[in-house]
């Protein structure tokens, strides 16, 4: 059998090293397919260290509404006004990232863990320099049309187009492959007409930009405890404390912590732009729930990919990933509506169904 042929990423990273054994990848990423490699003859200056070429992966589904065409025009954009982010080169015609050396902050502080003091401070920085960064300063190419952005301010305008983004790109333009594993999991319409009903009704706070995926994979600390913030790929403009409910949805901060963090960053927001955490401790809760769930029609698709993607899978690895969406279903149970959460055994039926209806070997008879 012969080698599939090389990505275009993979070829232009070859190209531009000028050898092949210094490429490295294809790094682990969801969005795309990476190759990390040194440009030849650069040994000190600005194009020294190693680079990041990439392509989108094929046939990729989005979770999440972006709102900048592209990363790299936007790391150039911000550039100055916030720190501890990839430079951006051309060479040939492509764009380049630089790769940060380090490990991730998962690496050091696993999720659900506390994280030091001084980690903390450098995030607070990062927010404070990004609701320094207002609409009108970032004039980028956009993805969404000028009639389908907020105004300034417009809170709830922001929240119905990420309700609307998970209603009709997630669960819309998916149920001909998983409708019959939402209907299993008591998912439908009406979900978001729960939804909507309880997350809306948000204080106006004035937009900035927001990373939109802060969670410990995105964080790099380098050999001087310098954090770094990677995979902008999700930024848009909007509500500040969106960005918030966001990082504390994904970074897992143990319980006791999270109310602190909060606190630390309303204190931080003020002293930039006075308004900026106007009304949080009503509205917190409420974009946390938008998050949780907003997880539950995403973790359903990822979960059933990766088990179908699994040739060898049996109902001892459904039934685990079946828990862990249990899990997920009961956080959201209240924006959802769901006066019940399907139990676990429901669940592991519901996922080898799927999976024996969609081809793959490993939907057989559940214990």
């Known amino acids: 059998m012969s080698?599939?042929?090389?990505?275009?990423?993979?070829?232009?990273?070859?190209?531009?090293?000028?050898?092949?054994?210094?490429?490295?990848?294809?790094?682990?990423?969801?969005?795309?397919e990476t190759y990390v490699f040194p440009l030849p003859g650069e040994l000190e200056g600005e194009r020294s260290g190693r680079w990041k070429c990439r392509e989108p992966r094929a046939d990729l589904l989005w979770f999440d509404r972006r709102c900048f065409d592209s990363e790299e025009q936007l790391l150039r954009a911000i550039g100055g006004k916030v720190t501890g982010?990839?430079?951006?080169?051309?060479?040939?015609?492509?764009?380049?990232?630089?790769?940060?050396?380090?490990?991730?902050?998962?690496?050091?502080?696993?999720?659900?863990?506390?994280?030091?003091?001084?980690?903390?401070?450098q995030i607070m920085g990062l927010f404070r320099q990004m609701v320094d960064v207002r609409p009108d300063v970032l004039s980028i190419d956009r993805r969404c049309e000028p009639d389908d952005r907020p105004d300034d301010g417009d809170t709830d305008g922001f929240l119905e187009r990420l309700v609307l983004f998970a209603e009709q790109r997630v669960y819309r333009d998916n149920l001909e492959r998983f409708g019959g594993l939402f209907e299993d999991l008591?998912?439908?319409?009406?979900?978001?007409?729960?939804?909507?009903?309880?997350?809306?009704?948000?204080?106006?706070?004035p937009f900035c930009l927001l990373h939109a995926d802060l969670h410990r994979e995105n964080f790099i600390v380098d050999a001087e405890s310098r954090l770094w913030t990677i995979d902008w790929e999700l930024a848009m403009l909007g509500d500040?404390?969106?960005?918030?409910a966001t990082h504390l949805h994904l970074m897992r901060y143990p319980a006791r912590y999270e109310r602190a963090v909060a606190q630390l960053w309303c204190e931080t927001v003020e002293g930039v732009r006075v308004g900026s955490s106007s009304g949080w401790e009503h509205d917190l809760e409420r974009l946390l729930n938008y998050k949780r769930a907003?997880?539950?029609?995403?973790?359903?698709?990822?979960?059933?990919?990766?088990?179908?993607?699994?040739?060898?899978?049996?109902?001892?690895?459904?039934?685990?990933?079946?828990?862990?969406?249990?899990?997920?279903?009961?956080?959201?149970?209240?924006?959802?509506?769901?006066?019940?959460?399907?139990?676990?055994?429901?669940?592991?039926?519901?996922?080898?169904?799927?999976?024996?209806?969609?081809?793959?070997?490993?939907?057989?008879?559940?214990?």
């Open 3 to 32: 080698p599939e042929p090389a990505s275009l990423a993979r070829l232009h990273a070859v190209e531009m090293s000028g050898d092949k054994g210094v490429v490295e990848g294809p790094l682990h990423g969801y969005h795309h």
């Open 85 to 121: 982010i990839p430079d951006i080169i051309e060479v040939g015609g492509i764009g380049l990232q630089r790769f940060i050396e380090g490990n991730t902050l998962a690496y050091f502080h696993k999720s659900g863990t506390m994280i030091p003091g001084g980690i903390v401070r």
């Open 186 to 205: 008591w998912l439908g319409d009406e979900s978001f007409r729960h939804l909507r009903k309880n997350v809306f009704g948000l204080a106006r706070r």
């Open 240 to 244: 500040p404390l969106y960005d918030l």
């Open 294 to 367: 907003q997880s539950v029609f995403t973790d359903v698709i990822r979960t059933a990919l990766e088990l179908d993607a699994d040739a060898e899978s049996g109902w001892w690895q459904i039934a685990p990933a079946a828990f862990k969406l249990r899990k997920v279903l009961a956080a959201a149970a209240l924006p959802l509506g769901l006066d019940e959460v399907p139990g676990t055994r429901r669940i592991v039926s519901a996922l080898a169904r799927w999976c024996r209806d969609h081809g793959s070997s490993h939907g057989g008879d559940v214990p």
